[in-house]
């Protein structure tokens, strides 16, 4: 059986609003396997470029200007269904490392890394693996346990438990009778976006239409 095949270079964006931040990464992981295609400094650039660049891997900082860099995974994820997105920030909270993970990170990495550890995370994530420091995962596995175990036994449906966060505060608009353009001024997103979540949202639940979601939600016990 035969390896799948590295490209000749994994192509990296990076989005974090300090220069000498976004200089010091770009030194640490260009190589002759690891290329820098694009750097940002705010959500909303990243918004606009990375659809177009389609990265191999986004590296993320949380702490950005106006939209932060959960919502950013939120919003890029469903967008770019082939693009690895990895946290690189300072932040250790159990809330932001939840919240990435859940919306669509493949890692999460503080700016202490060392350059080779961060090259192989970057390898990590472009090959599928989690790319997070032991440390965090065993935390992160932790939370996850200690999460389910007060979870509701009974009544849940299991695909509706499937949906990101944005999924499901746009099911509960759709079941509330908003339209894509209410949805999307009430979660400050696009109507186009809220269609992409919506087109995600029948897929996961297996139905045909936003009317059978939207009751799908609602009788929910």
């Given at each position: 059986?035969?390896?799948?095949?590295?490209?000749?270079?994994?192509r990296?964006?990076?989005?974090?609003?300090?220069?000498?931040?976004r200089?010091?990464v770009?030194?640490?992981?260009?190589?002759?396997?690891?290329?820098?295609?694009?750097?940002?400094a705010?959500?909303?650039?990243?918004?606009?470029?990375?659809p177009?660049?389609?990265?191999?891997?986004?590296?993320?900082?949380?702490?950005?200007?106006?939209?932060d860099?959960?919502?950013?995974?939120?919003?890029?994820?469903?967008?770019?269904?082939?693009?690895?997105?990895?946290?690189?920030?300072?932040?250790?909270?159990?809330?932001?490392l939840?919240?990435?993970?859940?919306?669509?990170?493949?890692?999460?990495?503080?700016?202490?890394?060392?350059?080779?550890a961060?090259?192989?995370?970057?390898r990590?994530?472009?090959?599928?693996?989690?790319?997070?420091?032991?440390?965090l995962?065993?935390?992160?596995?932790?939370?996850?346990?200690?999460?389910?175990?007060?979870?509701?036994?009974?009544?849940?449906?299991?695909?509706?438990?499937t949906?990101?966060?944005?999924?499901?505060?746009?099911?509960?608009?759709?079941?509330?009778?908003?339209?894509?353009?209410?949805?999307?001024?009430?979660?400050?997103?696009?109507?186009?976006?809220?269609?992409?979540?919506?087109?995600?949202?029948?897929?996961?639940?297996?139905?045909?239409?936003?009317?059978?979601?939207?009751?799908?939600?609602?009788?929910?016990?």
């Open positions: 059986m035969t390896e799948p095949r590295r490209p000749a270079r994994i990296v964006m990076l989005v974090d609003d300090h220069a000498l931040v200089a010091a770009t030194q640490a992981i260009v190589g002759p396997d690891i290329e820098m295609v694009g750097e940002v705010t959500a909303e650039e990243a918004l606009r470029i990375a177009t660049v389609r990265p191999d891997v986004l590296l993320v900082d949380i702490d950005l200007p106006g939209m860099g959960v919502q950013l995974v939120r919003e890029l994820a469903p967008r770019l269904p082939d693009t690895r997105i990895v946290m690189l920030t300072v932040s250790t909270s159990d809330r932001h939840l919240d990435a993970m859940r919306n669509g990170a493949i890692g999460y990495l503080t700016k202490d890394i060392a350059p080779d961060l090259q192989r995370a970057v990590s994530a472009y090959e599928g693996d989690l790319a997070m420091d032991q440390r995962a065993a935390h992160l596995i932790r939370r996850l346990v200690e999460k389910s175990r007060h979870a509701p036994s009974s009544g849940d449906d299991p695909e509706l438990a949906l990101s966060d944005r999924e499901e505060e746009v099911l509960r608009s759709l079941a509330d009778g908003l339209t894509d353009r209410e949805i999307g001024a009430a979660l400050t997103i696009s109507p186009r976006t809220v269609g992409t979540h919506v087109s995600s949202i029948l897929h996961k639940l297996g139905v045909r239409n936003r009317a059978e979601a939207a009751r799908r939600y609602r009788d929910r016990a």
